[in-house]
């Protein structure tokens, strides 16, 4: 069996006539760069976070981007983000003008570690970056409660947390602004790339619409960037915005089957999901201290895995020059060795997450000294499709 990390064509076969409407819309009315299904997504997305303002933009990178911009950010400003995400989060700021100041993560949750914030405050610093990493929100109290105590401000990365929540409150709503990225893998994905800013801010929200469009559209006031969202894109997120809460809720089960499958195997670890929040999925990252010869098995297999990431940011060349070891980021350079990510999307049957939990089971069982064999539960499953 051949099991993806992900299925868009699954996706779309099974809203496929609300997408090909959507786009024949769009071409019939040739409403191609922001217009009317752009403005309509802007307030759907606003209404279903609870939020004010959804500012689009061309995706998450240039959200980030954008909405550091409008909080001012200037030459030496220190931020401080997590040792692990995507180089999104951290290579903004440095456009930015900023100076990237990494903090380690928390070892159950893989976001930043509230507890050694504080250490890294300098009195250059102005805000903090924390990420959902994964689909889980950072533990945002003791964040906020840090921020507002030296008057930073406070961005949610929320590329990865469609809808996750944190003590019952939706992320994306607890900072100066949160930024999403709706890139087509992603929880809530469109069909090129695509993002946006959220704030309860009316000025923030003002200025990061006029600097998105060069400025100010009609009235340059300043001088801005061209980052727009498409009409097909806008026209495609409406589309699927509605079943956004039944995807998550698939997520959540197969998320669940793995839990339960994986417990006792080998030595690995399954995501650990904090009491206060409620996981959303994106990603599906086990540990194990045999990570690339598992990796290796499964590939041979047929099931796909990746790699989010293979080195915490500090490590990548490309932060060579702030000279950091091992030892400035311990947990996230452990982690770097041992997360694996698993295929994970909501059509996903539970054929294949028992393919892939067999597959994992088989490869620890053969290792010199694995255990005896375990049931077979690809018959167990007898082929039936959930
Ligand atoms: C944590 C994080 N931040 C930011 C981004 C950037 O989003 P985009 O790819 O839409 O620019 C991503 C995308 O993968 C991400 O995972």
Redesign the pocket.
């Known amino acids: 069996m051949n099991i993806s990390f992900v299925d868009l064509h699954a996706q779309y076969l099974s809203i496929k006539s609300e997408i090909d409407a959507a786009i024949s819309e769009v071409i019939a009315q040739s409403a191609f760069i922001r217009g009317p299904h752009v403005t309509r997504f802007e307030d759907a997305w606003a209404q279903t976070l609870g939020v004010k303002h959804c500012v689009s933009c ?7 981007y954008i909405a550091m911009r409008a909080l001012g950010v200037k030459p030496g400003d220190e931020i401080i983000t997590t040792a692990h ?5 951290s290579e ?1 700021i440095s456009q930015a003008g900023g100076r990237v100041v990494f903090c380690d993560t928390d070892y159950e949750t893989f976001t930043i570690d509230p507890a050694l914030i504080e250490a890294k405050i300098t009195p250059a610093t102005v805000g903090v970056i924390p ?3 994964y689909g889980q929100s950072a533990d945002m109290d003791p964040i906020m409660a840090i921020a507002r105590k030296h008057n930073l401000w406070v961005i949610e ?4 947390a469609h809808r996750a929540r944190y003590k019952g409150r939706v992320a994306g709503t607890f900072g100066n602004a949160a ?5 087509p ?2 929880n809530l994905g469109a069909y090129g ?3 946006c800013i959220v704030t309860n801010d009316n000025h923030l929200a003002d200025w990061a619409a006029a600097f998105a469009r060069h400025g100010g559209k009609g009235e340059h006031v300043m001088e801005g960037v061209c980052s727009r969202m498409d009409g097909l894109q806008g026209a495609i997120l409406n589309a699927k915005l509605p079943h956004l809460p039944a995807w998550t809720e698939a997520r959540r089960r197969v998320a669940a089957r793995y839990d339960k499958l994986l417990e006792g195997v080998g030595d690995i670890i399954t995501p650990k999901v904090a009491p206060d929040r409620d996981h959303v999925y ?1 990603l599906y990252v086990i540990r194990t201290e045999k990570r690339d010869p598992l990796r290796k098995y499964l590939t041979d297999a047929g099931i796909a895995t990746v790699l ?1 990431y293979p080195k915490a940011l500090p490590f990548y060349p490309a932060y060579g020059y702030l000279g950091h070891a091992p030892e400035d980021f311990p947990v996230a350079y452990a982690n770097q060795s041992r997360i694996l990510s698993l295929p994970i999307f909501p059509e996903m049957s539970e054929e294949m997450i028992v393919y892939v939990v067999e597959r994992i089971e088989s490869f620890f069982t053969n290792l010199p000294g694995g255990a005896d064999r375990r049931p077979d539960r690809m018959a167990a499953c007898s082929g039936s499709a959930s």
């Open positions: 061309a995706n998450g990178t240039d959200a980030l995400s995507w180089i999104s989060t903004t990420v959902h990493l990365d929320c590329a990865q930024t999403f990225s709706f890139y893998g992603k790339d695509a993002g994106h989010n």
